[in-house]
């Protein structure tokens, strides 16, 4: 089994810069893709990034540019520095692990972003 806690979630301005971590634990975490997902009310979930084991990454268009993934597999910790938000930004962010790129097999309980105007 495979357990994600992120934090690192808040309120900022537009503009402004989060940087989201998410610890993970489980026997098979080093060989798992890491993925970011959000959802904002109304919207279904979305995949915003993901990471292989290996590094490769995939962006959401929408991100493309702003937000970087990152990950350090000593710390089993997955990031996403998110960069220039805006208020299209808000939403819960979700962790993930699972197959490379959707990386949607365990999921993280969630944490709120609120980028403010």
């Known amino acids: 089994q495979v357990q994600l806690v992120e934090s690192g979630g808040g309120l900022v301005q537009a503009g402004g810069s989060l940087r989201l971590s998410c610890v993970a634990s489980?026997?098979?975490?080093?060989?798992?893709?890491m993925g970011w997902y959000r959802q904002a009310p109304v919207k279904q979930r979305e995949l915003v990034a993901s990471i292989s084991s290996g590094g490769r990454t995939n962006y959401a268009s929408s991100v493309k540019g702003r937000f970087t993934v990152s990950r350090d597999n000593a710390k089993r910790t997955a990031y996403l520095q998110m960069n220039s938000l805006n208020v299209d930004d808000t939403a819960v962010y979700y962790c993930?692990?699972?197959?490379?790129?959707?990386?949607?097999?365990?999921w993280g309980q969630g944490t709120q972003v609120t980028v403010s105007s």
């Open positions: 993930s692990a699972g197959r490379y790129p959707t990386a949607n097999e365990f």
């Open positions: 489980g026997s098979i975490v080093e060989v798992l893709a």
